[in-house]
């Protein structure tokens, strides 16, 4: 199981904002730096944020990433029916020299 | 354009042995740290394994720990997971991942490789 904690769903109309949350500890995200994944079903997944709050080029401003202490949160903005698809955090956890991955939220356009 | 292009994905017994190529291009590959991260059916995202760009440094989940190397050959632009001793629940998608650079985050992926083991 992860050490990272998702919520497992988030819903919300179009042009809607939807913010994930990605709980983890100190020996993840309270020293690390954190990435924000999308998959689509059939898709390879996509780095949407990565450093807490950098975006690769491509990637819109309507995603954004923030982090306190021992969360991170994805924010969405303008929803899409495009944005339908599963997101995940990850971060280097330095207690098991490991890389992890959140538990994964599904967002859906309603 | 950066691409990676896995291969060696089968169906196979329990307890047999396998090895995942992935074949990097569109970027100086001797750069890049690279991972390994699978995906079982109904599952999330599970990271495999990374290997520094010497091959000199590289780390293992628990889960596959003893069990699978990760290796890779600079000079062919390549990266390898020898997988060992496989399991029911290494069944999975297999995705070849470049790492960004500087703190640790999967910036290109590949399309993945399916590895079924059953009896």
């Known amino acids: 199981q992860s050490v990272l904690t998702q919520p497992p769903s988030v819903s919300a109309a179009p042009g809607q904002k939807v913010t994930i949350s990605c709980s983890g500890s100190?020996?993840?995200?309270?020293?690390?730096?954190v990435s924000w994944y999308q998959h689509l079903p059939g898709t390879a997944p996509k780095l949407l944020i990565y450093?807490?709050?950098k975006r690769p080029s491509g990637i819109p401003d309507r995603f954004s990433g923030s982090k306190s202490g021992t969360s991170a949160t994805l924010g969405i903005t303008g929803l899409q029916t495009g944005d339908e698809a599963d997101y995940c955090c990850?971060?280097?956890?330095?207690?098991?020299?490991?890389?992890?991955f959140g538990t994964g939220t599904k967002v859906t356009v309603l | 354009e950066v691409q990676l292009v896995e291969s060696g994905g089968v169906v196979i017994q329990p307890g047999g042995s396998l090895r995942l190529s992935c074949a990097a291009s569109?970027?100086?590959?001797?750069?890049?740290?690279m991972h390994w991260v699978r995906q079982a059916p109904g599952k999330g995202l599970e990271w495999v394994s990374l290997?520094?760009?010497?091959?000199?440094?590289?780390y293992y989940a628990d889960s596959v720990k003893g069990r699978f190397t990760i290796s890779r050959d600079n000079s062919k632009n390549s990266l390898y997971l020898q997988m060992n001793s496989l399991r029911t629940e290494d069944t999975a998608f297999y995705y070849c991942?470049?790492?960004?650079?500087?703190?640790?985050?999967?910036?290109?992926w590949g399309q993945g490789t399916t590895v079924i083991v059953s009896s």
């Open positions: 991942v470049k790492d960004g650079g500087g703190y640790y985050h999967m910036d290109v």
């Open positions: 450093d807490n709050n």
């Open positions: 990850g971060t280097w956890d330095s207690s098991l020299s490991a890389y992890v």
């Open positions: 290997i520094r760009w010497d091959g000199g440094t590289t």
């Open positions: 569109g970027f100086t590959f001797d750069d890049y740290t």
């Open positions: 100190s020996s993840n995200i309270g020293n690390n730096y």
